[in-house]
Structure formats: C-alpha cells, structure tokens
C-alpha cells in the first residue's frame, strides 16, 4: 500500500465524518440546549448578546417615557406613561383619586413636572393626566395588546414602594402569564376586564405605569396584583389592563369626563351544546329594534367571535359608554313555521352600565360603600424618608385657571379645550355667523323633484310637490319628527343651521365625548359631539379631517335619531356646504337629496 | 467514484443539509418566535393544555376549595396534591377545553402528599411520567397552574417563570404544623406556591416536565414562605403504584366477607367520633392489655391503610376490617407524628 493510497483511503472516509459533525454542529445551534448543560456554540451566543443588547437599549428608549406620581406632600403615589408629546400621561384612577386636581411627576430626565388632572375612568381605574411646561416631551404609544400571548416576554415600569425620591423608575422583568384575564371589582368600581397578568414584579406604587413587551410595544397598563396571605407584595402575580381597552377610551379621557363604560342591552347565557343565546332582552333597547330577540344565538361581537357568556362579558367592558360596534347573530330554526335558520349582523350604539348620576355618586359614596381596594397596590403609608429631595418643599405652583370644576367632569377645561379645538377645525376660513339669515335650500330628491327647505330661526318648513310644512314655535321640537318617514329630517336641519351660526358653546348643553367608530358616511373613526338643544338631544360626528359628516337628532332619549349624513361639501355663496344631504330614521332607506343652491333670505322673505 | 468527485458531492450535501437545516429552523418558528426574546409561547400553550383545574372542598376560613393537577394518562388519570380539596362529596376536574368531569379518587400517597384521579376520558394530551427531567440547579423553569383561580371554564391557567435555585429535603411547616412531606424538593426563586398553584407543573425551557408544584408552607427554621416543585422522579413509582391498584381507595367490597370478621372492639382501638362525612381515622383511645395495645398503637395515631387500602375515613376503617378474618394476621400503616409505621396485627 502506498502513503498515497492512505492518503486517498483518508479522503473518501472523511465526507462521511464532515456530514456527522456537520449534522451535529447544525443541531446544536438549532434545537439549543439548557443554557448551563452544554457549552452554547459560537452563533447562538452572538445571538444572544445581540438580544442582550437590544433589550437594553429599549428598556432606555422606554425608561424616559415613565412617570413617576407623588401625592401631595410625597404621600402615595404611582406611575403613569407619557403617550403623546404635549405630555398626556396615562395611569390609574386609584393613583390620582388622592391627588387631588395637580401632582407632582418625575421623569427620567431628572425633572419634576406638574401635572394636571384630565379625565377619569373609575370603573375601568384609568385617568389621564396632563405634563405641565413642555411641548416635547418622550412618548411611546400603545400597541395592540391581542397580540400578546402567554410566556412572551414583557417588563414593567414605574414607580414601586414610591423608591422613585431621586426621580429613577424601577423596571421589573418577566414573562406573560395570561391574557383575556378578569378580575372582579375591588368595591364597586375598579373592574379589570380582558386584562394582562404577569410575573414581572407589580408592587404597590407600580400603579398606572406601563407594561411593555420585550420589543418594546406598550402593552398595558400595570393597575392591581393577587394579595392575600403574604401581605401587600408581588407574589408573582400582577395585572395590567390592556393597551386596546385604554385606546378605545384615550380620546373620551382627554375630554376631561367621568368616563362610563359600555353594556349591551341584553344578557346572555350559555347552553349545553356550548351556544351563547340571548336570554333576556330589553324591548325598548335599539338592538331589540333592529330584530335581536329572545334565543338568537350570539356569534360575533365587535369583530370578535363569542364562545362562552364569561368572555362575552371579559370581551364588553373594554369598549365606552357610547361606543358602536357590529354585532352578528343567528336566529335558529324555527319548526312550527318552518323558518330556516338566520344569520344576520346589527350595527349597535352602546349603553352606558351607570347613568351619569350613579356614577358619581358611587365615586363620592366611596367611604361609605367601598371597603378601599383591599387588593389595590396601594403605597405603604410609610413616612417620607429623610433624604426626600424637594416634593414635599416644593413652592411652585401651577396656573390653578388650568382646572375648572364642573360636575360630571374631571376637568371641564379640557372639555372645553377639545369641543373648542374641534369646531375650529371644522369651521376654518368658514364665518357662518355673516349667514345670521334666513336660508332657502333648493334640492332635487332621487325621483329629481324639487324640494325646498327653509331654515330661520323660528319657522323652518318644507315644501315638496305634495306637502309643505312649517314648524311650530309653540310646540316642542321632539313633538314633530316632520316629514313623514324621515324621523324628523326638519328638525334636525333646523338645529344644523342653528349649530353652525352659533357654534357649540351657545348652541345649548354642548360636551364632546372622544371618537367613536361609525359605518356613516363611511367606516370609520368619527369625533363626537353630544348637545341638546330645545328639548332635543343631537349626536355631531365630525371625520377624521375635521368635518361634520352627520348629525342624529333624537325627538326621545331611547328612541331611533333621524341620522342626516352631510357629504360633498363644495362652496356656496362663500361658504363650504353640503351638496349631498342623506336621510333616514332607525334602519329605514337612504334618502338622498341634492343640493342645488342654497339662497340667502332677507327678513322679508319668509 | 473518483475523489474530485466524492469531494463534489461531499460540499454540495454539506451545503444541502446546512441550508435544509437552516430552513426547518426558520420555518418551524414564525417572525414572533423567532425572536430570541419570544420563544415559549409554542411550549406554554403546549403544556396548558396538559393541566386541569380542580375545584372541591374547602371554601371557608380562607381555606381554598380549588387547585391545579394536570393529565398523566390518555385516558385520563391526573395528578394532583392529596389535601382537603379532595375531601369532598364531588370533585370537578375541568380540562383546558372548558368540560367539566367528575373526577374519582383513585388512590393517594400519603406521604408523598400526591393522589391521582380519573375522569372519563380518551386520547387527551397529557404528560408522560416517565420522560421527565431532573432538576438542575441553575436551569431555567416555568411553572403553570391556576393559581388564585385566575382562569375558569376555557381560560389557560397562569404560567410564571423562574430558575431552580437549589434541589433538597423540604423542611418546612404548614401553620403551627411540621409538613407531612419532608423529601426532595427542588426551590425556584419565582412565587410559585401560591394558592390553587399546588397539582401544576414545572417544565424546562423544551416543555420537559421536571416536577410537580407543591403545597404552601413555611421554612421550619426561617418562617418564609418557600417555593419548591417535587421532581416526579420522586413520585412516578408510588403513581405507578396506584395505577397498579396499589394504595387505592376501595369503596365497594367485592370480597365474600368472613362469616366472624375483625372488629375495632376485638382489637382494642376506639377512633375519634364519626362526625363528618369523611372523619379522619385517629385512634381516641386503647384499651389497656389489648392486641392493639400489644402491637405499640397509641392514642393520636392516624390509621393510614390496611392491607394497603387506604382509609381516609372511620367508616373505611370499619368496612376494610369486614372483609378480614378474626384469625388472620394483617397490616396496618400510622402516621404518628411526621413519621410513617407500618404494624402487624393479630388478635
């Protein structure tokens, strides 16, 4: 034999070895193996420290965007998160229901802000506070918390024990436990519902501060823990109400409301066969009159699919007082009339679970009803320590004009604010007040038949081929839902005209809500304007460029609105107008009426 | 086959099987998991669906009336910890798809503190005993169970994460009393013995199960509240055992009866009073001179099996010694103290 065949001999063995260690070399890196057992090949451990790095670069990024709370004179407190640069700042109601109308807040930056308080949910423990002094300030913003899964990695931070005295959050890091959790309400109020649960450490004083996924995504907002045995500490148990229940009522917040939340005007329960089916039903509710009745089964509520009564009702409470979703049911068989079986989809504005008055008063009968949160993260009352930098001295005082009290609201300023910000943004360049007359609507209805409309202050009519009709000053406006079919397509114009010459604040009772999705005139995000004026409560939705796209007049409060949809405006006699005006009462038809011209009456002209 | 061409054909396999790997791994793994910093989703989900919530007895005098087990067999066996949750008329079992079962006791070990129920089942995902891990110091856990009864019906029980920070004999008390468990355990430095959390699993990082979590109790010496799982290394034999027909809870006499059989007076045993359902079977009294007295039983002994049947209850007592003949000689387990004894009896 010679070396060269050795040689050879060598070379045709080793493919097989390369392929062996190979093989094992690409396992290794790929199936991983328990971090202390075997060495971690080289890959996995750039791989790693690459992962290392990245968390710790956005657990900075974030850092800057924490606020910690202090109560007055240092005592309680929280965390909060900034979510836009004017410095909106979300946290728990329980963390401000102390506080008063302004708190203190830190930053990471090592600066102790004033804060505002904006708008409240006292039954979803959500509030808004406004930052004082700067327009610039770091903010994250909410990502959609149904992408979340248990085990998924997440961490919190805020504001623990109140160790926050040189002004620097605490992060705390661990995994997702649950998601679509309930808690039930600590007292009356403080209802957790579709909330995260994490082992990341939730202590007292982490209240109101954010949980965010590794990635950085702003996930919920840390508000409560299971405590029982082991006194008032993180037993590995914390709960974060979702980032998708606070975006649903960031916009209602901000308007400086009580904020209520939404119920359906049914209840449901669940069968053998495992159907969710209406059991009782409310017959002067909407969704009575749009054809829900009693047995249908419940399949889709707000775009998502009902298996069980209890996720139906985890599933209710994220949405608003106000809110309008689709909702999708199937009428079963029916043997006796041989009815097949039906699915069909209603599209529904919700109630509120309190009236206004209830709400308040459950938030003023706190000490009388509610033994305080007994499982609320609330701070230790332990006495300051010593080295506490200057909260409890602090002398500067913020501008007390940026609070105004009014009942019902948290702030009525904002309120105030917004509902102002708004019809400037609609009305732009447009002075409707110049129009302070009469106006004579000239339009074709879709068999191309003239109507005439006349709006003024007092007599407003309508005049077709068959009918004219003038309303009556002397009578209330509910009283005439004129013409015919339409629900009150008069009235409703009548106030239209009266809304734009006067604008909201001398309209009569105007508040703007926040956003609300609706289907009219497109699916969509529309800002909200609730008003009543002689007698009749009107919804104003205004687009997402500002423009006031319908009006719903209701002659009654549980009654169907006559919905006018304002579209294509264009410019009339100086003015921007609608020259498509559609009309229609409960699930009626679209009515549609063009705009020809619109003229201008003298006082002699009626 | 010449060698340019065995060496051709040896880098294109290599490069085949590389990238083939490569692929599998990124295919197996969506854009989310393939984040290192989200990886146990597809392991959490796989495991919760294993585990059951159990709601029995208890409910008062912040007595907890609920734990967590999870599924051992296809055909549903589950194991769990043997506490007053199953002291109950009923237990439910609710599997991880939301149906409710009755579970019947079908034995427990007393001092493992385990016992297994069955429901009516088939071909349920459930973890296999016998591929368990060991606990390493150091290794990366994570622990599922219901605790607090966060989840109801359908809803996936809670998953916590941690790391095993030491693996020992349990020493620890349950209020003023020593803990009847006093074997391995291993300790995670997460809280994860929390109410409803005793019966759930630890499992490594793969989904292996390594242990059982155990009960809430104190260390003896410090009085903190310690979390700790029992490797099922230290359970899977007396599971076997039961599975077996060992240490079983016999309700039904099938035996022809001895025409004379043993009584507790031909022994000379009085038990606590019956005044319970299930009344535990602690001897009251011995009367003097007597077989009993003999064999070394003493007053607050608590009777634990006869013949390997257990007796969690007086009347089981009464009805085992019904099927055995005065004249034979049989077997009877105590637990006096912490400590187990086995004695034999004859008249």
Known sequence: MSPIYKTRSNLSVSPFVLIALSVAIVFHCFNGQDALGKPLCVQENTQLKAAE?????????????????????????GSGVVVSADGY????????????????????????YDGVIVGIDPVGDVAIVQLLGRDDFPFTKFADSDTVEPGDWCFAVGNPFLLATDFQPTVSWGIVSGTHRYQYPAGTLLEYTDCIQTDAAINPGNSGGPLFAANGKLIGINGRGSFEKRNRVN??????????????????????RIV????????????ESGEVRINDILTESQVFRRGARFDDELLEFAGHTITSTNQFKNLLGIYPKGWRVPIKFRRPANPETGDKPETFELFVRLSGVHDTEELIEMMEGKSARVAPQPKLPQPPEKSPPQDQPAIAKESRTPDPSL?????????????????????????????????????????????????????????SGYRSKQQTIVLDSEIDLALQPEPKGSGGLLVTLHLWRKMLLQGPEKFGDTVYMGAVPNQYPQPSQYEWMQATSEGVETNWLFNPIGVLSSVEMFPEPDADPCQVVLEQYRAQQGLQFPTLIKYRHAAGDWQSLTVERIEILGDADE | MSNRRMRLVTTLALAILCFMDARAGLNAQDER????????????????????????????????????GFLISDDGLVLTSWSYVLDADAIYVTLDDGTRNEGKLVGYDPQLEIAVLKIDATAVDHFNLDTAVLPRVGSRVLALSNLFRVATGDEPVS???????????LSARKGAFESVYQGPVFLIDAITNNPGASGGVIINREGRLIGMIGKEVKDSSLGTWLNFGIPIETINQSVQEIRDGKMIVQREQNQRKPTEP??????????????????????????ADSAADKAGLAPDDLLISIDGQLTPGTRDVRSLLESIDRDATFQLMIRRGKSFETIQLKL
Not at chain 1, 60 to 72: E, R, S, W
Not at chain 2, 160 to 167: N, T, W
């Open chain 1, 53 to 77: 790095a990245q968390k710790i670069a956005t657990i900075g990024q974030l850092l800057k965007t924490a606020v910690c709370i202090f109560g007055p004179g240092g005592k309680g407190g």
């Open chain 1, 89 to 112: 700042v979300v946290t728990n109601y329980h963390v401000v229901q102390s506080c008063g109308k302004f708190m203190k807040c830190s930053m990471a930056d090592g600066q102790l």
């Open chain 1, 235 to 256: 037993v590995g148990v914390g709960y974060a109400i979702s980032s998708n229940q606070v975006q649903h009522f960031l916009s209602h917040l901000k308007s400086g």
């Open chain 1, 260 to 271: 209520d939340h939404a119920t359906v005007d049914f209840t449901v329960t669940t069968n």
């Open chain 1, 403 to 459: 609070h105004e009290s009014r009942r019902g609201f948290a702030n009525y300023r904002f309120n105030r604010v917004r509902r102002t910000e708004l019809w400037r943004r609609f009305t732009g360049e447009n002075n409707w007040q110049e129009m302070d007359f009469g106006w004579r609507v000239i339009c074709k209805n879709a068999q191309n038949e003239e109507i005439t409309i006349v709006l003024n202050d007092r007599e």
């Open chain 2, 33 to 68: 998991a393939s984040s290192p910093l989200n990886q146990y989703s597809s392991v959490v989900r796989s495991a919760q669906s294993k585990i059951v919530k159990i709601n029995g007895g208890g409910g008062f005098r912040g007595l907890e009336s609920y734990q967590s």
């Open chain 2, 159 to 169: 998953v916590q994460r941690g790391f095993v920070s030491a693996v020992t004999n």
């Open chain 2, 262 to 287: 043993m009584t507790l007076e031909l022994l000379g045993v009085v038990l606590v009073p019956d005044v319970v359902n299930q009344t535990p079977p602690f001897i009251d009294r011995i009367v």
